[in-house]
């Protein structure tokens, strides 16, 4: 459950950067938003060890933690920015 809270919050954290941020600043903001994630992960996963799951175990649930709701900014923000001439 905490895992799936843990997505929600990254998945809407996506959609607001997206709804809201200006075209012209939603690379910066991607950015932003991936050092921003990696960090939450990071500190979540060094919670998780702590409470006494395997590393290995908490790797694997984190990739996906992170890369979900990275990927999603990184693939909303390539069809939302308009193309260069």
């Not at 950067?17 to 910066?28: K, S, W």
């Amino acid at each position: 459950m905490r895992t799936l809270l843990i997505l929600l919050i990254g998945i809407v954290a996506v959609w607001l950067m997206v709804r809201y941020c200006p075209r012209a600043h939603r690379r910066p903001a991607a950015i932003a938003f991936s050092l921003t994630w990696l960090l939450a992960c990071g500190w979540n996963l060094t919670v998780g060890v702590s409470h006494g799951y395997a590393l290995g175990e908490e790797l694997a649930i984190h990739a996906v933690l992170f890369a979900v709701p990275v990927g999603l900014a990184w693939w909303r923000l390539g069809r939302r920015t308009p193309p260069t001439s």
